[in-house]
């Protein structure tokens, strides 16, 4: 046993060294491509913004100028953030980061945009798990089901066209998914009431958020 001691505390020493080595090198690569992967997260986003905000709408950084959406915002929206378009420092429209919840396979992230005079700017889907060749159909990529939204507005509390045409509204749905385009047809409709009832406070609170979604 004495024999073996050595050389256990050798391969040990070893070990210790290679696992040393190793997040030291993980920890290297992180801090050489940190950089990177934040260039790519903010020109992901400033494409995604320029998307649904058009350019000769806006003349700031929409992707500085955002807030977190405060909790007391009398909506049960799941509301992330929300980034302002100003052009000659007069609010134009706001891109609002939230969730369908309801989706056939769960959460569907939107990035919803609304000009100042309640029409939709356009709307983007950010990320779902819907099935594929059915509910996927909300990705722009798949579909311009999602362009449908550009240039609608609510006519009042009561406008019953916001739905699916089973459901008797103007929105299409998918043929064997209607589950899918109903809950983002749900959540813009809310987008939109909520930006209306709180227009004057979304752009009036100070930038408090940080550059990346």
């Given at each position: 046993m004495s024999e073996l001691t050595p050389a256990i505390s050798?391969?040990?020493?070893?070990?210790?060294?290679?696992?040393?080595?190793?997040?030291?090198?993980?920890?290297?690569?992180?801090?050489?491509?940190?950089?990177?992967?934040?260039?790519?997260?903010?020109?992901?986003l400033i494409r995604q913004l320029n998307q649904v905000i058009q350019k000769d709408?806006?003349?700031?950084?929409?992707?500085?100028?955002?807030?977190?959406?405060?909790?007391d915002n009398n909506s049960d929206l799941l509301i992330d953030v929300i980034y302002r378009a100003?052009?000659?420092?007069a609010p134009t429209a706001a891109a609002i980061k939230t969730v369908a919840p309801d989706g056939y396979s769960g959460n569907i992230e939107l990035l919803i945009a609304i000009n100042t005079d309640g029409s939709v700017s356009g709307v983007r889907t950010l990320m779902h798990k819907e099935t594929p060749g059915l509910?996927?159909?909300?990705?722009?990529?798949?579909?311009?089901?999602?362009?449908s939204f550009s240039g609608?507005?609510?006519?009042d509390d009561n406008d019953?066209?916001?739905?699916?045409?089973?459901?008797?509204?103007?929105?299409?749905?998918?043929?064997?998914?209607t589950i899918t385009p109903r809950a983002v047809v749900k959540t813009v409709r809310?987008?939109?009431?909520y930006f209306e009832s709180n227009q004057e406070r979304i752009f009036s609170t100070a930038s408090n958020c940080g550059v990346y979604p």
């Open positions: 050798k391969n040990s020493l070893i070990l210790a060294l290679f696992a040393i080595s190793c997040t030291a090198a993980v920890a290297i690569v992180q801090l050489l491509t940190a950089d990177r992967i934040e260039q790519q997260a903010q020109q992901k709408n806006h003349d700031n950084e929409m992707f500085l100028d955002c807030i977190v959406a405060p909790e100003r052009l000659n420092n509910g996927d159909k909300i990705e722009r990529r798949k579909s311009a089901w999602i362009d609608k507005k609510l006519l019953s066209r916001w739905a699916v045409i089973k459901d008797g509204g103007m929105f299409d749905q998918f043929t064997g998914a809310k987008t939109i009431e």
